[in-house]
């Protein structure tokens, strides 16, 4: 399998643009979960999807932040509109299951945003 | 605030010695601790994890102890390798899942040749 995979890997846009991420999960993984790195708040869960549903959406930070997952092999977190605050590393994981002690989390490269 | 703290940001350590990495949680109701590696422009993997049951769990040079009276746990890696140096998370939950996994963030490790 070609693990979780997100693109852009780099995305350098202006402050008012508007950012999409997109993310395909590994295939089978019933639960996908955006996460962002910062160095002030390090590694934080954004939201997650149960079978395409989002069940926990408390960690968006903010309504310029929406995610979809119109499918089971795809998944979009769209900034709308950006600011440089938002500027850090996003990342997609997926998982079988949400029980930590049966089930890892696979994570995906990342997205590097940086906003201007 | 921070249920989950990684106060050290950094730690620099010899190739063939010790590293222990530290992890410091608020919340007594996770009972699940796990560590994840992140490269360079990679993502967290994952390495270790340890369930509250225990206080020790070892995996080849991976070592994860728990406190709990303390809410600590530490990762324990010898020897150390140069291939060890990753940035080190430590996260928390519950075993079920019902609640979100929490991340530290983070402590940059750098195993010198």
């Known amino acids: 399998d070609a693990g979780v995979i997100q693109s852009p890997r780099h995305e350098v846009t202006e402050m008012g643009q508007e950012v999409t991420l997109r993310c395909k999960p590994i295939s089978g993984h019933d639960y996908l979960f955006w996460y962002r790195q910062t160095m002030m708040r390090g590694l934080e869960l954004l939201i997650y999807?149960?079978?395409?549903?989002?069940?926990?959406d408390s960690g968006m930070p903010e309504d310029r932040f929406s995610a979809k997952m119109p499918n089971a092999s795809f998944s979009t977190l769209k900034i709308q509109p950006s600011e440089p605050r938002d500027s850090a590393v996003y990342f997609c994981a997926s998982s079988l299951g949400l029980a930590l002690i049966y089930n890892e989390q696979f994570f995906g490269p990342g997205t590097r945003l940086t906003v201007l | 605030d921070q249920q989950v703290k990684q106060n050290s940001p950094s730690l620099s350590v010899q190739e063939g010695r010790i590293s222990i990495l530290n992890c410091d949680y608020t919340?007594?109701?996770?009972?699940?601790f796990l560590w994840y590696k992140k490269y360079p422009a990679e993502g967290p993997t994952f390495l270790i994890s340890?369930?509250?049951?225990?206080d020790k769990n070892e995996d080849g040079r991976f070592t994860v102890f728990l406190n709990k009276s303390a809410k600590h746990l530490s990762l324990h890696i010898v020897p150390s390798q140069p291939g060890d140096s990753a940035v080190y998370f430590c996260?928390?939950?519950?075993?079920?899942?019902?609640?979100?996994?929490?991340f530290g963030k983070g402590t940059k490790l750098t195993v010198n040749p």
């Open positions: 999807f149960n079978n395409n549903v989002p069940i926990d």
């Open positions: 996260a928390a939950g519950l075993q079920g899942g019902s609640e979100k996994l929490v």
């Open positions: 340890i369930s509250s049951i225990k």
């Open positions: 919340n007594s109701m996770f009972d699940y």
